[in-house]
């Protein structure tokens, strides 16, 4: 079942004062917005294009070891939090919305397909055991017992059991209905503008229409484009990174793909997210190109080129979309999160690779920030404060 989004959207602004405005209406806005109207808030949630960034793109891996990078551990640590509440965040969203969202606890094989590809993720794997993350490097015989569908060639790999995925474009449209019966107010609108007098309650966002809504509290969960509001300052660090993506089906005799295969092909990263129903997503570049989004010969090349060294039968499969989304990428990978610069202006951005992961962790810790006006301290290394220094 699906939920549309045509019949919820307003063109008009709202006629009352809501107690939080959020500003983009991606996993992260939405998420923020469902958990402040089920404590009790009147919500607004404000975006020219709701689900037109970087959630309906995704490939929905939740993988924070399978992500992971030296010089990123708070990052893992904010990451396995998330994965942990997981289930519970989509059982109670479920029973809320009355729609699933494809949450599938399959586990990823992460593969090397030459020898300095082996190196590498014999590398990753030591990295991560360091970090106390369960994984178990697997040599050719047994990587190939477990899919046996890998190309012969394939060296090695690290199985992660702990890694997960859910369907990121059922969970966005179960995100909308959940905020829309929660009496969330969306108002079709790009935002230009945050304009506070720190002696006032009340901030005012004006939109590029120039029509203004003021409210107590305002979340900016606009993605990659968090860093164009005019009025915040400093601005955010905030820079969009393109990910093409292809969508593609496998005959039905070639079904049977349970895990996340991801992993390097002669040095070149590559993911492929199996589907309950067939539909297989592979993902992504990675191109600081501004903000564009168009599709390339050469990305998608690559991509193809890659998913079928590994994987030789997705040459079999038909292409059903190709598409592009932009990450909101932000210094050391890591997300910007909680109070920001004067009461009541709140930051759910530059989550760049873990959107969807990080989905729940950021729902509970930003609607905290806004009810209780308090950071909770599992956040305090995220905190956007940290460019304060910088203005
Ligand atoms: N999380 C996968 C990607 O950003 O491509």
Redesign the pocket.
């Known amino acids: 079942m699906t939920f549309s989004l045509s019949k919820i959207i307003n063109l008009d602004p709202p006629t009352f004062v809501p107690d939080a405005v959020i500003v983009g209406a991606g996993v992260i806005g939405l998420s923020i917005a469902w958990r402040l109207s089920q404590k009790g808030m009147r919500v607004v949630i404000v975006d020219p294009k709701p689900l037109g960034g970087a959630s309906w793109v995704?490939?929905g891996?939740l993988?924070p070891v399978s992500?992971a990078n030296p010089g990123e551990e708070e990052l893992v640590r904010l990451g396995l939090k998330s994965l942990q509440r997981y289930p519970s965040f989509v059982k109670e969203l479920e029973d809320f919305s009355q729609m699933e969202v494809g949450y599938i606890s399959s586990g990823t094989l992460e593969v090397g397909l030459d020898a300095n590809d082996r190196a590498e993720i014999e590398f990753l794997h030591s990295f991560r055991s360091k970090l106390g993350l369960e994984t178990k490097l697997l040599d050719s015989t047994a990587t190939r017992k477990v899919e046996p569908s890998l190309s012969p060639g394939i060296q090695a790999s690290v199985s992660i059991e702990q890694e997960h995925q859910v369907d990121n474009r059922l969970l966005c449209q179960a995100l909308l209905k959940a905020v829309y019966l929660g009496g969330g107010y969306f108002y079709q609108a790009t935002i230009a503008e945050l304009k506070f007098d720190e002696k006032k309650p009340l901030k005012t966002l004006v939109a590029e229409n120039g029509i203004k809504i003021s409210s107590p509290n305002i979340v900016i969960a606009a993605g990659a484009w968090s860093g164009d509001i005019k009025g915040i300052i400093p601005q955010l660090p905030i820079y969009p990174i393109k990910?093409q993506t292809l969508r593609v089906r496998l005959p039905e005799s070639y079904l049977g793909y349970q895990k996340i295969i991801r992993g390097l092909a002669k040095g070149y990263h590559v993911?492929m997210v199996p589907r309950k129903h067939g539909e297989i997503i592979i993902?992504?570049t990675?191109e600081d190109k501004g903000f564009d989004t168009t599709i390339t010969v050469e990305g998608i090349y690559e991509l193809l080129r890659n998913i079928t060294s590994l994987l030789p039968n997705i040459s079999e499969a038909t292409i059903e979309e190709t598409l592009a989304g932009l990450?909101p990428g932000s210094p050391n990978n890591a997300p910007i999160l909680g109070s920001f610069a004067t009461q009541g202006l709140f930051v759910a951005t530059g989550h760049y690779?873990?959107g969807i992961l990080l989905t729940p962790v950021t729902s509970d810790a930003l609607s905290d920030c806004v009810i209780d006006q308090v950071d909770p301290a599992y956040i305090e290394y995220f905190s956007p404060n940290r460019f304060l220094k910088d203005a």
Do not use: L
Request: glycine fraction near 16%.
């Open positions: 995704a490939a891996m993988a992500e990910g993911y993902g992504a990675v990450r690779r873990n």
